[in-house]
């Protein structure tokens, strides 16, 4: 059982989409991380959000704290096919543990 | 511009054999990690390291063991293979302990591992 369950697992849309990625967990955490992977790499940080409710936006991209901070989400307008890759989301666990969803694989399609 | 080092980058191996994959920062981090990232699973937290001379266990220990003898380095040991241990092994970094707020993890590219 994960305890971050991303959704949808896979996603192939067309470029000038809008989408959305879910990060839904029963636990509460303090901060929650999401993290881009493209193939043959390591994954990178994309933002960090900590307060409950809290939104935040890197260019097309926009991320958002569930009020009781046990789920987050990740929109993106307008989709380009830079965008494809791999999503994760992370979460600390306990007091040394990072854990993360199992992803959400992103196909834009040209 | 270097971060994190991982070797081999792809590797394959007869089950029972020993293998110890390497990684080494030169960011001056304090914690260090290891994840494997397996289809549908994502990434799971093997060992990690706060600090040199310091380990902990993570999600999946068992048929794994690290050292971290000094800031740089820290690497990671099967003792004897298995082939369920075929996976992506990821080593990363960060400057601070995890603790109630998150810092940034850095990663290194992989490693890729096939026992047979």
């Known amino acids: 059982t994960q305890l971050l369950e991303q959704s949808p697992q896979f996603l192939s849309i067309q470029e000038g989409e809008n989408l959305t990625v879910y990060c839904n967990s029963s636990?509460?955490?303090?901060?929650l991380q999401w993290y881009r992977q493209e193939p043959g790499e390591g994954p990178v940080l994309l933002v960090t959000v900590v307060t409950g409710g809290e939104v935040k936006k890197l260019k097309r991209l926009t991320f958002q704290f569930g009020d009781a901070r046990k789920d987050s989400s990740l929109h993106i307008t307008a989709a380009q096919p830079g965008d494809t890759g791999l999503y994760l989301c992370?979460?600390?666990?306990?007091?040394?543990?990072?854990?993360f969803g199992q992803g959400t694989r992103l196909t834009i399609n040209p | 511009i270097a971060g994190i080092t991982q070797a081999p980058t792809s590797q394959i191996l007869a089950a029972g054999r020993r293998m110890t994959l390497r990684c080494t920062q030169d960011m001056r981090h304090n914690a260090m990690y290891w994840y494997r990232q397996d289809l549908g699973l994502g990434l799971r937290l093997i060992h990690y390291?706060?600090?040199?001379?310091?380990?902990g266990k993570g999600e999946v220990p068992d048929g794994y063991s690290v050292s971290r003898a000094n800031t740089d380095d820290f690497p990671l040991t099967l003792a004897s293979a298995v082939p369920s241990q075929t996976s992506v092994y990821f080593c990363?970094?960060?400057?601070?302990?995890?603790?109630?707020?998150?810092?940034?993890?850095?990663f290194g590219e992989g490693s890729r591992l096939t026992v047979l």
């Open positions: 390291s706060n600090t040199a001379g310091t380990t």
């Open positions: 636990s509460v955490f303090s901060s």
């Open positions: 992370a979460g600390i666990q306990g007091a040394q543990k990072l854990v």
């Open positions: 990363a970094s960060s400057l601070l302990r995890l603790a109630a707020k998150l810092g940034e993890l850095f």
